[in-house]
C-alpha cells in the first residue's frame, strides 16, 4: 500500500488521481482509486504510530525495571560485602592461630609423658585424622569467602549502571568474567574456554557492558539447553557449498563457551574485540536480520521479551560507539564434535565513546 501509493504521488499532477492497477495474487488485476489508496495508507500509519509507541512504553518499562533492579542489587551487595569482609578478613588470623594450637598439641604429643587428660581428648576428637582435615577445611571456606567476594564485586560493577554522562576507564577482560561470575550458577554443566588478549582500557560504561556480555552469555546457555535435550542418537553434518567443513555426532556433543578477547584493526582503527561463541543449534539464517529488532524472539511467550538483543545492540552502538555483529553457523577451531553454533563479536574502539 505504501509503496503503491508513492507510486501514484509520482505521477505527472494531470494523472494524480487516476486509479491504479493492481495485481493480485491469483494473477487477476484490479483497479484501486487513488482514496481508497490514501485511506489505506493513513491506516497503515495509524497502526505503526500506535506500534511505536508500545515498543517506546515497552521499553521505557524494561530501562525502569533495570534500574529498580540495579538498585535492589548494589543494596543487597553492599549488605552481603560487611559479613563478607569480616569472614575473609580473619581467615589469615583463624589459620596463624589454629596452626598455633596444633604445633602446640603436637609439642605435647612428643613429651616423654603425655597427660592422660591429653590423650583422652585426643583419642575423643580423633587427632590423627583432624590435623589432616582441618587445613583441608581451612582452605575450603577461604576459597568459598573468596568467590563470595568476587560475585559481590561482579554485582556491585553490574549495579552501577553508569547513568551519568561521562564515561570511565572499563577494564574489558574484568567486565566479562563479572558476567560470568553472576551466571556461575548456570554454567555448571558448561565447559567454558577462555582466552583473554592484553586488552587497554577503553572509555566506556562498566555496568552496561557487564550487561552486555550478561545477556549474550545467557542466551549462549539457553541455546545448548536447547540442544541438550535434543535426541543424541543423529549425526549432524556442516556444509558450505559443496564443501562439508564438519560432520559430528550429537552423543559425542558436549556444551562448550567459547570466550575469545584482543586488539584487532578494522577500518585503519583499533578496537577491542569480544568474541563469545557456543557451539548450540544456530540461528537460522532467515531470522538473523531480525534479531536486533525490538521485541523479536523466537523463545516461548513468558520466557523473553524480545529486548535483550536490541538494548545490547543500543548500548554497543550509541553508547560506546561499536558494533555487535553475528556469525552462524560458527565452527570453533579444529571443528571436531562441534555443531553450528553461534558467535557473537563485540567491537568497541580504543577511545572516548
Known amino acids: 500500500m505504501v509503496l503503491a501509493a508513492q507510486t501514484c504521488l509520482q505521477r505527472p499532477s494531470e494523472l494524480i488521481y487516476e486509479p491504479i492497477v493492481v495485481k493480485m495474487e491469483s494473477g487477476a488485476y484490479r483497479l484501486l482509486d487513488v482514496p481508497d489508496l490514501l485511506q489505506a495508507q493513513m491506516q497503515i500509519q495509524d497502526l505503526a504510530t500506535r506500534m511505536l509507541r508500545e515498543q517506546t512504553q515497552a521499553r521505557m518499562i524494561q530501562t525502569e525495571k533495570m534500574a529498580s533492579l540495579g538498585q535492589i542489587v548494589a543494596e543487597v551487595s553492599h549488605d552481603i560485602r560487611n559479613p563478607v ?39 575423643e576428637i580423633d587427632w590423627e585424622f583432624l590435623q589432616t582435615d582441618l587445613p583441608k577445611v581451612l582452605k ?12 559481590v564485586s561482579s554485582l556491585q560493577s553490574f549495579s552501577h549502571m553508569e547513568d551519568q554522562e561521562t564515561a570511565s576507564e572499563v577494564n574489558v577482560n574484568d567486565c566479562v568474567e563479572n558476567g560470568l561470575m553472576i551466571l556461575s550458577n548456570r554454567l555448571k554443566d558448561v565447559a567454558v574456554h577462555k582466552n ?61 563457551l567459547d570466550l575469545r578477547s ?20 544456530g540461528i537460522p539464517p532467515e531470522i538473523q536480520t531480525r534479531i536486533f529488532d525490538s521485541f523479536f524472539t ?32 560458527y565452527v570453533p577451531v579444529g571443528g571436531a564434535g562441534s555443531v553450528q553454533g553461534t558467535e557473537f563479536e563485540i567491537l568497541l574502539p580504543i577511545s572516548a565513546p
Open 196 to 256: 583473554y588478549g592484553d586488552l587497554p582500557p577503553i572509555q566506556g560504561y562498566g555496568g552496561q557492558l557487564v550487561q552486555v556480555f550478561m545477556n549474550i552469555i545467557s542466551n549462549a546457555i539457553d541455546a545448548l539447553n536447547e540442544m541438550q535435550v535434543q535426541p543424541r542418537t543423529s549425526e549432524f553434518e556442516l556444509t558450505e557449498g559443496d564443501t562439508t567443513i564438519v560432520t559430528a555426532a550429537l552423543d559425542q556433543w558436549r556444551p562448550t
Open 85 to 123: 569482609n569480616f569472614i575473609y578478613s580473619n581467615m589469615d588470623y583463624l589459620t596463624t592461630y589454629t596452626n598455633g594450637l596444633m604445633e602446640m598439641v603436637r609439642s605435647y604429643s612428643q613429651q616423654p609423658s603425655e597427660p592422660e587428660a591429653v590423650i583422652a581428648i585426643k583419642e
Open 140 to 151: 575450603s571456606i577461604r576459597f568459598g569467602a573468596e568467590q563470595l567476594m568476587r560475585l
Open 262 to 281: 584482543d586488539v584487532v584493526q578494522q577500518a585503519g582503527q583499533s578496537w577491542v574485540s569480544v568474541k563469545i561463541a557456543d557451539n548450540g543449534p
Open 298 to 329: 523466537t523463545k516461548k511467550s513468558g520466557e523473553g521479551t524480545g529486548l535483550g538483543l536490541a538494548i545490547c545492540n543500543q548500548i554497543i552502538a550509541q553508547k560506546h560507539g561499536g558494533r555487535l555483529q553475528l556469525k552462524s553457523p
